[in-house]
């Protein structure tokens, strides 16, 4: 079965500082990993995913991600925080053995930028 | 391009009332999915359509919980009778296929059950 963990509830960073959200997950065979974004009483926005590859992905709003498959981690970094990025942020697998694909989602991580 | 559209955006029940959700996918898009998100927690997986079948269901509570997908394009999720424990917001998500493609989601529905 797989699984995904988001050890943190929150993350304060100051405007300008780099922001890490963490990811480890948990599969049976290779994974899909996917970061998405949720402002209040919006969807889910995507932001970007890792495939096959590069292990450093870059997605939309100045986020990358680093896939490390040793430590079976995705986190999601930003050089440079803007308060505008403060918002839920939740790392997902697919994996690739399930052949129906199903999108599990980890808890969630709230991040809060100050000025 | 057009996004994924929910209605309603909000709904206030009661117990033991029913209560319908509708979903229209983005056009082409064979895999559906709809989610439920209780406040504070990520989204759980009810069920998963690709095309008009449904290939995963295992989390949906079947004595109360329906849905179908019509023509393979629209769906509906319904809830019959509501629990308290039913509040939640309600997401719907499609994708281009199951696979390397990621899940565009709609706006929710948000269920309050009194």
């Known amino acids: 079965a797989q699984s995904v963990a988001q050890p943190e509830d929150q993350v304060n960073v100051a405007e300008g500082n780099p922001l890490t959200v963490k990811c480890t997950y948990s599969v049976s065979g290779n994974p899909y990993l996917f970061w998405y974004v949720q402002y209040p009483n919006r969807g889910l926005q995507f932001l970007l995913k890792y495939i096959t590859g590069d292990n450093l992905v870059k997605g939309s709003y100045g986020f990358e991600a680093e896939f490390n498959k040793s430590q079976t981690s995705f986190h999601l970094k930003k050089p440079s925080a803007l308060v505008s990025d403060s918002a839920l942020y939740f790392c997902a697998v697919r994996d690739l053995t399930d052949s129906w694909g199903k999108l599990q989602f980890g808890a969630g991580t709230q991040v809060v930028v100050t000025p | 391009e057009a996004g994924v559209a929910q209605s309603p955006r909000y709904k206030i029940i009661e117990k033991r009332q029913s209560v319908a959700f509708w979903c229209n996918p983005i056009s082409g898009h064979a895999t559906l999915y709809w989610y439920q998100q209780i406040l504070g927690q990520g989204p759980k997986l009810l069920i998963q359509f690709q095309n008009n079948g449904v290939v995963d269901d295992s989390q949906l509570p079947k004595d109360r919980f329906s849905a179908e997908r019509l023509k393979g394009v629209d769906s509906t999720l319904k809830i019959q009778p509501a629990k308290l424990e039913d509040s939640a917001v309600y997401l719907c998500?499609?994708?281009?296929?199951?696979?390397?493609?990621?899940?565009?989601f709609g706006q929710g529905t948000r269920l309050t059950v009194v």
């Open positions: 998500a499609s994708s281009l296929d199951p696979g390397t493609t990621e899940a565009f």
